[in-house]
């Protein structure tokens, strides 16, 4: 447990009957930080969310909460405050009473309380609905309510569990900004769980994928986007094309590659050591790709191929370009400022250039 | 109706056939009241004139006051009583993993089916063993068994109506489970719990059989009823007293379908709150 963490999840284990939906999870999160748990459904974590708030016992293992382990802590015990996929509004109190429902302990008068829950009100820019029914509001409404009811017991960490999963795109887009805003202001630390990745990437200092119980890779968005650690993460987050290849030549850090479509490659690799002819895998996210439909000048990092089908997006163009030596077409993404937008017949040669530095070199699968 | 869908088109036979099955179920209770206002003390037709006397004599009548009163006192502990059981059935059954759930919820549901003749025999002769006199406490013990599946029924959907989240919100918000049922479970099933007093309390109060059995020197309205039938010249203030009832229970079991009109439609919504 390193000393700044503030959420220390250690070597935690969680089995439902037989089935294991945790597999040894261990995060540190920090004091502060937007921290997003991000994999498909089933994948554990809300499961693991569930575990912060109290809902499920750990199996093995332990959670430390501000140097505090948590086993033993029953969810009204804990200094954590959830808001639920559903909202779970109260459908049997007002909008001021929804929110003010965890103040009882505390004994305020009720001027005072009531004071806060209009402060609370105002941080979450709807100051005029005190007095509405909880059935008279819509999603993001009640999603703003389920936030303050939260926010306003100043807890030391904020769950959230894909609350942003039953809002239509553009509201889920503003609240995406304001929930990033919000927690700015306020200053503590969010932990959320989404299956969207853009909305991870968009709202995270930092990002754990799972799948199958397991952290495949613990990262800073552009970490993750940029260097993923294996296959299962590089197709997760954004698209990803891969190429098998073999190590050609070792020098120093610098490894060239055969591949299997786009010729030879190299990179610098500092994180281990390469042999001679290890097996590896090579991949390029689609948007490193430059097209053009004249050969370029040179020859390094460039492979020609036939334009097999093109999809215009608007603001960009996807291109899916055969190549020797790959049955599957290599996806290309390319913004629509210049004439790259023209290149729309099929089955005509076009040329793909890249960077050095655009290429990721992962272990075999 | 006018609207030519296909689910909601007019269905002549079909309305007919409703028609004919409310005839058949409340046109023999119907004959009651009707004969209760007649001015004959013979169930006959043609009928002999209106008259209201049969009310006022059953007003004189001491036994009746006596037996109402037995009643109610019996109909409002069991109501009371089997509702606060059912409560907890209900939230164990909806909330809690309960291994062999299923046979557990039709075993509780049983009295629905058993004769109570059955029912009313065997807690006879396990009190008669154990040398308990009979009394309106007998009589009580009875009616808790036959009313406590109809709390429980009536409670169920109520429970599983409402998405379990918003109990696990109380928890987060740092209520313990006591203040949590206070505060979220009890409102949001009260309609469920009103509705469960008002259909035990009539079911109690307009139950023979277990009384039959069960009673010692103190009868019950059913039971009184049943007394004064030997004695023709009674029979019009008996159907008059039987005319209160019907339109009591038929108030009381309506209103409580009313209040817990709700639970089945949240019910079907699910998370929708």
């Known amino acids: ?365 | 109706m006018s609207s030519g869908s296909y689910i909601k088109r007019p269905n002549r036979p079909l309305q007919v056939y409703a028609a004919i099955f409310l005839i058949v179920l409340y046109v023999p209770v119907l004959f009651l009241p009707l004969f209760s206002f007649n001015d004959s003390i013979y169930v006959n037709f043609p009928l002999s004139g209106f008259t209201t006397k049969w009310y006022f004599e059953l007003w004189d009548r001491g036994p009746v006051w006596n037996a109402l009163e037995n009643s109610l006192k019996v109909g409002g502990v069991v109501s009371l009583l089997s509702t606060f059981l059912g409560i907890f059935a209900a939230k164990a059954i909806t909330r809690y993993r309960i291994p062999g759930r299923g046979p557990l919820v039709s075993f509780i549901m049983l009295p629905l089916v058993v004769p109570l003749i059955i029912f009313g025999v065997a807690l006879l002769v396990l009190l008669s063993q154990l040398g308990i006199p009979l009394s309106l406490y007998t009589v009580t013990v009875g009616h808790l068994i036959i009313c406590l599946p109809f709390s429980i029924a009536t409670l169920i959907p109520r429970f599983e109506g409402f998405d379990q989240s918003i109990e696990e919100v109380s928890a987060d918000l740092g209520e313990n489970a006591w203040w949590t049922f206070w505060r979220v479970t009890f409102p949001m099933v009260f309609p469920g719990v009103l509705a469960s007093l008002m259909l035990t309390f009539t079911v109690s109060f307009d139950e023979f059989i277990m009384a039959f059995f069960l009673s010692g020197t103190e009868a019950t309205l059913p039971m009184y009823i049943w007394s004064q039938l030997r004695f023709p010249q009674e029979f019009p203030s008996v159907l008059a007293l039987a005319s209160l009832i019907l339109a009591a229970s038929f108030m009381f079991v309506f209103l409580g379908q009313w209040i817990n009109r709700g639970a089945y439609a949240s019910a079907a919504k699910g998370n929708e709150l």
């Open chain 1, 1 to 365: 447990m390193t000393n700044d963490a503030f959420i220390s999840i250690r070597n935690v284990d969680k089995y439902f009957g037989k089935f294991q939906a945790i597999d040894d999870v261990s995060i540190d999160i920090g004091h502060g930080e937007f921290f997003s748990l991000l994999g498909s459904s089933g994948c554990g974590k809300t499961t693991l969310l569930r575990m912060l708030a109290g809902f499920e016992n750990t199996t093995s293992g332990e959670i430390y909460i501000d140097g505090q382990p948590m086993s033993n802590v029953p969810p009204h015990m804990r200094p954590v405050n959830m808001v639920f996929q559903s909202y779970a509004i109260f459908p049997h109190l007002n909008v001021r009473d929804n929110i003010a429902y965890g103040l009882r302990k505390q004994k305020l008068s009720k001027a005072k309380k009531y004071a806060l829950v209009d402060e609370m009100l105002e941080l979450i820019k709807l100051p005029e609905y005190g007095d509405r029914k909880a059935t008279q509001l819509s999603g993001g409404q009640r999603q703003r309510i389920a936030l303050a009811r939260a926010l306003i017991l100043r807890p030391k960490v904020l769950l959230l569990d894909e609350p942003l999963g039953a809002l239509d795109k553009q509201l889920r887009e503003q609240m995406q900004l304001e929930l990033r805003a919000l927690q700015r202001t306020v200053g503590i630390t969010f932990v959320f769980v989404t299956h969207d990745q853009e909305e991870a990437l968009t709202l995270s200092d930092r990002i754990a994928v799972m799948s199958g119980g397991q952290v495949l890779q613990l990262d800073t968005p552009t970490g993750l986007y940029e260097a993923p650690k294996n296959r299962e993460v590089a197709s997760f987050i954004g698209t990803m094309n891969f190429f098998d290849g073999r190590v050609s030549k070792v020098n120093g850090s610098e490894i060239s590659i055969i591949t299997e479509g786009l010729g030879n490659v190299t990179k610098l690799m500092k994180n281990r050591d390469y042999v001679l002819g290890e097996k590896v895998q090579v991949a390029i996210r689609p948007e490193k790709l430059r097209l053009s439909d004249e050969k370029p000048q040179g020859t390094k990092n460039l492979v020609g191929g036939t334009l097999e089908n093109s999809a215009y997006l608007g603001e960009r163009s996807h291109f899916y370009v055969t190549v020797e030596g790959q049955p599957q077409p290599v996806a290309v993404s390319a913004q629509n400022q210049d004439r790259v937008s023209a290149i729309d017949n099929h089955c005509k040669t076009v040329w793909l250039q890249w960077n050095d530095d655009a290429i990721v070199i992962l272990d075999a699968s």
